[in-house]
């Protein structure tokens, strides 16, 4: 699914990610771990084509994203969800809104849009809150919304850059179960954190980040590399 391949990134002269080398297989679920400014949030953007490497190869799908032409660029992201900390809801649309927006701009009919909206509602629990303004709901309902936006194209993959940062432990744990249960669907699913206690809970595949090297790479207590 994703094969990362001797992968370094700078801005200016310094390295955030030095020497990466990541194989992860459809339906995983990997928590990338390490304090801020480790290269987490660098190797996300990587994989969305919003940044690229200075060295080595990433691979999506079977296919090497360098090569991946502007003008389908957009097509390629639409397999892959994202969703960060801060939510990006957009203030003056409602939740059925947020999560239309993502279908108006890649040309769906609106009649796919009414099937398609209130079925991922539902699957993040939100099908009440539908007419609802962004500072109508909760953070974790926002970050709710959030995640229905991002599973609208249906994503083989999906990116949650640090999902639990502005939510308080018990909202936040919720939110690690929504993004379970997209996993157990078959969706890839790759978490930055910097909460171990959740890594500790989920006991699924984690990678640390140390000054930009991979220095652990294990899955429930036993090593892959």
């Known amino acids: 699914m994703i094969l990362i391949q001797g992968v370094s990134k700078k801005y200016g002269n310094k390295f955030v990610l030095r020497n990466i080398n990541l194989n992860i297989a459809a339906g995983d679920f990997v928590s990338l771990i390490g304090p801020s400014g480790v290269g987490k949030s660098s190797l996300m953007r990587l994989l969305i084509k919003e940044e690229k490497c200075n060295i080595g190869k990433v691979f999506v799908d079977g296919e090497d994203i360098e090569y991946i032409p502007r003008g389908r660029v957009a ?3 639409r397999k892959i969800g994202t969703v960060f900390q801060d939510f990006k809801l957009l203030r003056n649309k409602n939740a059925f809104e947020n999560v239309a927006f993502a279908l108006e701009v890649s040309g769906r009919s609106y009649r796919q849009i009414k099937d398609i909206v209130p079925k991922v ?3 993040v629990g939100l099908e009440d809150k539908a007419n609802h303004f962004p500072n109508e709901l909760s953070g974790g309902e926002q970050q709710r919304v959030a995640i229905a936006r991002a599973l609208v194209h ?3 993959i999906l990116l949650a850059d640090e999902p639990t940062g502005n939510l308080d432990s018990y909202t936040g744990w919720e939110i690690i179960q ?3 249960r997209i996993n157990n669907f078959g969706t890839t699913v ?3 954190t910097h909460d171990q206690n959740i890594v500790n809970a989920i006991r699924r595949r984690v990678v640390a980040l140390e000054n930009g090297i991979v220095v652990r790479d294990q899955y429930a207590g036993r090593y892959i590399s």
């Open 190 to 192: 790759i978490m930055a």
């Open 154 to 156: 249906q994503p083989k």
């Open 75 to 77: 097509q390629y992201r």
């Open 121 to 123: 509602l539902a699957l």
């Open 178 to 180: 929504l993004l379970q």
